[in-house]
């Protein structure tokens, strides 16, 4: 995660080994000023967000179930029952571009898919029951899915490592799975737990063979995990919905160690209901902040291709970097009233910027500022907690301000 790869950089040079944890994501509401170590304490303000349909998918795509982007193409596959063909799709229109039928492979109950670099993972691990003993991923080289009808998979079968009960329940188990990801030299599966709207984090090899998934830890989502994705900078995104209610909702998962996705940063983000959603079932990064959604026909709702960015709750550069001191800012009064001073020195060269942004990331005063002194109006704005970000060249400053 280059994210990662800076702060490491930066900490080796700042003697990190005095490292004082806390939340350090200038968006949430326990926002520490002073730490230098995220410990995935932050929490966040209630956030919804609708995503914008491009499309209502063709009548050849009613089981939408699964999304992956590569070579600067959508692909889609479809749940159970419906043959095992992977599909390119036009991501103006939703249109079925090609359909690839791969007749060595067997469509049980495909629920999502996962890539690295070179491969594509099919995972057929639907259990709606809980009794089924033949989960398995295909895993095929991306290149030669253009061969189609001759490529033959790699085979990777696996069980839980908790689970010794499969007696059939439908849809009462939590040994269900909708939802994985490659990440390292592992597969990360994501529990569908019908019982308890959690999920749970199981790991197994990218190697062919067949293992025991192994459970790692878990993560009350209060949803139904549905599909997963991550993108190339380590930013996760889980996708689900409410089996009652069908309110659907995203959880965001950043700035983690290694791969410990949920050991960092956790928001969750409410997207609508299956009114605007459907039942959402595929999700995935097409940038580094941005991507598609794909649901599948429910009731009278029609199946839909949708586009979400978060870059807005993740771009964000850490508020805690030591280089921050170097450029010279004070801010005053704090807390303040009308106005709020900003003392800025041109340290590292360059005129300075700054956003005022409230704790739910929206930018709410913005401009230059000259050197020296800078008096900023908040007429108008609420009484309560605001970040002021400053920058330029030479670096960033964060601060916490309180409005009275």
């Not at 996708?239 to 290694?258: F, K, R």
């Not at 009484?383 to 060249?393: D, L, M, P, R, S």
Request: contains cysteine; negative net charge.
């Amino acid at each position: 995660m280059k994210f990662a790869i800076f702060i490491l950089t930066l900490c080796f040079s700042i003697a990190c080994a005095n490292a004082q944890p806390g939340c350090t994501d200038p968006q949430a509401l326990n926002f520490d000023a002073a730490a230098t170590q995220n410990d995935g304490s932050c929490s966040y303000l209630p956030t919804t967000y609708f995503p914008e349909q491009i499309a209502v998918l063709p009548s050849e795509l009613l089981e939408a179930s699964g999304l992956a982007f590569f070579d600067q193409q959508l692909w889609l596959e479809q749940d159970g029952g419906t043959g095992p063909t992977i599909f390119t799709i036009d991501t103006t229109t939703g249109a079925v571009q090609v359909s690839y039928q791969l007749p060595f492979f067997e469509n049980k109950d495909w629920e999502d898919l996962a890539e690295d670099p070179e491969n594509l993972y099919i995972g057929d691990f639907g259990n709606n029951f809980g009794d089924r003993t033949d989960l398995r991923i295909y895993k095929v080289n991306k290149n030669a899915l253009q061969l189609a009808g001759t490529v033959v998979p790699q085979l990777i079968e696996f069980s839980f490592s908790d689970q010794t009960d499969f007696t059939p329940a439908s849809n009462a188990t939590n040994f269900d799975c909708e939802a994985f990801i490659v990440l390292g030299d592992s597969i990360h599966l994501f529990s569908k737990r019908w019982l308890d709207t959690t999920t749970h984090r199981y790991t197994l090899p990218t190697t062919p063979g067949s293992y025991t998934a192994q459970l790692r830890d878990s993560l009350p989502t209060g949803f139904l995990v549905t599909a997963a994705d991550v993108s190339n900078e380590g930013t996760v995104l889980l996708l689900g919905y409410d089996g009652v209610t069908s309110a659907t909702s995203m959880t965001l998962l950043w700035d983690y160690p290694g791969t410990s996705v949920f050991d960092g940063n956790e928001r969750k983000i409410s997207l609508g209901t299956a009114l605007n959603m459907s039942q959402a079932e595929g999700i995935t990064f097409s940038s580094a902040t941005g991507g598609f959604i794909c649901s599948e026909k429910i009731l009278v709702l029609p199946q839909r291709l949708l586009r979400f960015d978060i870059g807005q709750w993740v771009q964000l550069p850490s508020p805690t970097l030591e280089i921050a001191d170097e450029l010279g800012v004070s801010i005053s009064p704090n807390p303040f009233s009308e106005f709020l001073n900003v003392d800025f020195q041109q340290v590292g060269g360059g005129e300075g910027k700054f956003s005022l942004v409230g704790t739910d990331g929206q930018v709410l005063r913005s401009g230059k500022l000259g050197n020296g002194k800078n008096s900023l109006d908040t007429t108008g704005l609420l009484a309560g907690t605001y970040f002021i970000w400053v920058k330029n060249e030479g670096g960033i400053t964060v601060r916490r301000v309180v409005k009275l």
